[in-house]
């Protein structure tokens, strides 16, 4: 079945700086890639998602690349800022688009 | 306001006794799923539903139930077989199912269970 892996599991960086966070899935049927954040006490929030026919997509200080050849997906955050601290998790469709593995998420801090 | 609700926010019950977690969408969605997270760990889905009357088992349904009578809501039941109950639990519905191009899921605020 679907194994989606995700990296790092924490990453702290200075507000102004970049935040990248990987993820990787096995499904090669897979063709559905959301980011959600998730803050303290709360549901997630979809952020951006990205289908099997795009190779990128932005919207403001948020990007995501998906490469389908290797399986794997980045978030990629810029001119990041206190309140981007949250744990972030990155989901791949089942190919038989039946629903959605998640990654274990990333923690991520930004320090004022 | 159009939305997914979950109740309670907390949740206290004693060992073996079996506890109904609340969830409500006025979204009109006819896909509705629960998931389990615990620390460290990513969502896991316990059941889903792709339409009213209907509802298929996620990876770890063993300890759970469900019931899709009404559209706007799927209650989950945790019984006491569930071997380790206490977790955070989320709610979400899509118009469709979540793998589908297109079908964003939105999630409810969640339910912190505490088996005592």
């Known amino acids: 079945g679907e194994n989606v892996e995700q990296h790092p599991s924490t990453l702290s960086v200075q507000e102004g700086d970049s935040a990248v966070i990987k993820c990787t899935y096995s499904?090669?049927?897979?063709?559905?890639f959301p980011w959600y954040k998730q803050e303290l006490g709360k549901g997630p929030q979809l952020i951006i998602d990205i289908r099997s026919n795009v190779g990128e997509k932005k919207d403001q200080r948020i990007a995501v690349t998906l490469n389908k050849t290797a399986k794997h997906f980045s978030l990629h955050i810029t001119e990041t800022q206190p309140e981007d601290s949250a744990v972030y998790f990155c989901?791949?469709?089942?190919?038989?688009?039946?629903?959605?593995?998640f990654g274990a998420g990333t923690r991520l801090t930004v320090k004022p | 306001d159009g939305g997914i609700t979950q109740s309670p926010k907390y949740l206290f019950r004693k060992e073996g006794q079996n506890v109904t977690l609340s969830c409500e969408q006025n979204?009109?969605?006819?896909?509705m799923y629960w998931y389990r997270q615990d620390p460290g760990q990513g969502l896991r889905l316990i059941y889903y539903?792709?339409?009213?009357?209907?509802?298929q088992k996620g990876d770890i349904a063993e300890g759970y139930s469900v019931s899709r009578e009404k559209k706007e809501s799927f209650p989950l039941t945790v019984t006491s077989a569930q071997k380790n109950p206490t977790a955070f639990y989320l709610c979400?519905?899509?118009?469709?199912?979540?793998?589908?191009?297109?079908?964003?899921?939105?999630f409810g605020p969640g339910t912190r269970l505490t088996v005592l």
């Open positions: 979204l009109n969605h006819d896909a």
């Open positions: 979400a519905s899509s118009e469709g199912l979540a793998g589908s191009s297109y079908n964003e899921q939105f």
């Open positions: 989901a791949a469709s089942l190919g038989n688009n039946n629903d959605m593995r």
């Open positions: 539903s792709q339409i009213v009357n209907d509802f």
């Open positions: 499904d090669s049927a897979s063709n559905y």
